[in-house]
């Protein structure tokens, strides 16, 4: 019961959210403020995120077909397959989820708690729309870039890693990176990321607008909202996967 | 004026506004007192809008607020304006952004004119050189101030203001109440002031309405609250070692 009517409520905070903005000026500000808070404030953790993840595929792909019947340059056609189908939009999605979503959360809630909200609508303001929909459209523009971004840094780290390893020569590892490459891939990435980005602002946002109480709640909003948004993530992945590879 | 007709509203099975129905006075503070936990807050949030009453009717010279559609109810928006009992300053906004900021959604005033509105709410509320301050810098009396400058911003016709003394020492809490009292005269707003400061309700109460247990219980002004009360009014402002003193000293009338 709890869950139909939370549903419902995001349903009509989604209403609330894709509105037409008061001003187009104050809304373009707003904006250009959230490319940079959600999109270049998060550049490093994806790097680091990327890196790292890149390099333990491919060393773990190397040591799991270390065969003279397979041919070597599976490791970089592995790396890049699995950077591009599933850990760059998911892992970089739930990493996001986290550190987004609870700054999201934890922003909005604090605005309700202290009645900035309220100020906004007595001022006239629609709070969600106001609040919400600028980090929505930059969420919207800057996940795809972060994503492609950690497809390309999650590559690079999985070839330092072989080649600093002597596992695989760097002619063999770009042979798998360049090997039967196709655009669809990418599109299949982009979509999710698209998706997630909108599960990760909107619920983030949801539980932020309409927490209750004190700086506690504000707090549990920020854990429910990272919870919601990342289950939300797994199983939306799912979905997109059965109906965009099978 | 605004008027409060009949208002009823219940949370979870528990009456907390029970048959509510004040005028509140064009060009005057109007005063709505009452232990905590007696519904003014609630009545304040019903008349502004933030919550909506079970029944009842709300007018705002004569336009049913209740009954208006979300663009309506827009617009009769722009002409109120609210100062919240913590100041509901934006936190990402300095000073001069933050009394801009209505002025930025709803008129078309370069950003000049603009800046010239927020100097002189500034000076009205004498904080000429705080601009550039961030609401973390400011001090309770201050916030105060710049929440009333952030409301006088557009003009309004309304002045909404939720307990504007708490957390302020006597004498801070003196000056907003006057700053409350001259803003209303100059501008000839609709003032409705909510708070239990005994000291503003002598100070500035021209009209008072006190709320107990959600229904309207007594209403005067500052004149006849100490010597024309109900039992439970007199229960409430006499409450204090302070004002138990003054009921020793004989009223003058």
């Not at chain 1, 979509?191 to 004190?214: D, H, P, R």
């Not at chain 2, 129905?21 to 232990?35: E, Q, R, Y």
């Not at chain 2, 304040?44 to 009842?56: N, Q």
């Not at chain 2, 007594?218 to 070692?241: P, R, Y």
Request: net charge neutral; proline share 3%.
């Amino acid at each position: 019961m709890a869950l139909l009517l939370n549903l419902g409520l995001y349903l009509q905070f989604l209403g609330k959210i894709f509105r037409r903005p008061e001003k187009g000026k104050v809304f373009r500000n707003n904006f250009i403020t959230e490319l940079e808070n959600l999109g270049l404030n998060s550049i490093g953790i994806v790097v680091i995120i990327s890196v790292f993840m890149g390099a333990v595929v491919a060393l773990q792909v190397a040591y799991n077909t270390d065969n003279p019947l397979i041919p070597a340059y599976l490791v970089g056609y592995s790396t890049r397959q699995s950077m591009i189908l599933e850990f760059s939009p998911t892992i970089i999605a739930l990493i996001l989820a986290g550190k987004i979503g609870s700054n999201i959360a934890s922003e909005i809630g604090t605005m309700r708690v202290t009645e900035q909200i309220d100020a906004l609508e007595v001022m006239g303001i629609n709070a969600a729309g106001h609040l919400v929909l600028p980090k929505v459209i930059a969420s919207l523009i800057v996940n795809p870039v972060l994503v492609v971004f950690s497809i390309f840094v999650g590559t690079i780290g999985g070839w330092i890693a072989i080649t600093s390893s002597h596992l695989v020569s760097t002619h063999d590892f770009l042979t798998g990176i360049y090997l039967d490459y196709s655009n669809y891939d990418l599109i299949y990435a982009l979509i999710k990321t698209v998706v997630f980005a909108f599960l990760i602002t909107t619920i983030s946002g949801f539980y932020g607008f309409y927490t209750q109480g004190g700086a506690l709640e504000v707090g549990r909003s920020s854990t429910k909202a990272v919870v919601s948004a990342s289950i939300m993530i797994i199983i939306s992945n799912l979905i997109l996967t059965q109906l965009l590879l099978i | 004026m605004i008027q409060a007709l009949n208002i009823h509203k219940t949370f979870h099975n528990q009456l907390v506004l029970n048959n509510v129905s004040v005028d509140f006075h064009p060009g005057a503070t109007n005063l709505i007192i009452g232990k905590s936990g007696s519904g003014k807050t609630v009545l304040m949030k019903i008349l502004v809008g933030l919550i909506t009453p079970d029944s009842g009717k709300i007018s705002f010279n004569d336009r049913d607020f209740l009954s208006m559609n979300t663009k309506q109810k827009k617009t009769l928006r722009q002409e109120i304006g609210m100062l919240f009992q913590g100041g509901a300053l934006f936190d990402s906004m300095t000073v001069q952004d933050n009394i801009m900021f209505p002025l930025s959604l709803f008129s078309s005033m370069s950003y000049h004119e603009k800046l010239d509105r927020v100097n002189f709410c500034l000076k009205r509320v004498n904080l000429e050189k705080a601009n550039h301050l961030m609401p973390s810098e400011l001090s309770g009396g201050m916030t105060k101030r710049v929440a009333i400058a952030r409301a006088i911003a557009p003009n309004p016709k309304y002045l909404f203001c939720d307990e504007p003394n708490s957390g302020l020492d006597p004498k801070t809490s003196g000056i907003i109440d006057n700053l409350i009292k001259e803003i209303t005269k100059e501008y000839h707003i609709t003032t409705i002031i909510n708070t239990h400061d005994m000291n503003s309700v002598l100070e500035t109460g021209e009209y008072i309405t006190y709320i107990h247990e959600g229904q309207v219980n007594w209403q005067g002004n500052k004149q006849t609250v100490l010597s024309e009360g109900t039992n439970e009014l007199n229960d409430f402002m006499f409450s204090t070692a302070l004002t138990r003193k003054i009921k020793t000293v004989p009223l003058q009338s």
